[in-house]
């Protein structure tokens, strides 16, 4: 049975982003993080292949739309159904991230959507 929980939400430089704990049975599980990109910004409803350029943890794996995302979601998640979303997953061989890490690259997945999207 699969599950996703917001494991923390966070504000940066004015940008909502949420890290997402996903699990896959009692053992597989992940962390994911993903940015709310509001409509002024230049990579809103742009599809993930798009954002090959953007210098991020394994490169950008999501994207959808605020309405779809929240429906994904166990717990409520405060988002506007227009806002687009794109998202980076830690589901890598190398190890799991600690959600310190991954805030941290949360931070920065911003930084670099803010830099491109102006």
Known sequence: MKTKKIEKEITYKGYKGCIILTWYGPFLHW?????????????????????DDLDV???????????TFKTKIEDGLELPDDAWVLGIDFNHVLGEWDIKDVEKELKRFISVVIKAGG
């Open 57 to 67: 943890h394994g490169g950008v794996t999501f994207s959808e739309i605020g309405k």
């Open 31 to 51: 962390r994911s993080a993903y940015v709310f990109i509001p409509k002024n910004n230049k990579l809103h409803g742009k599809h993930y292949s798009e954002c």
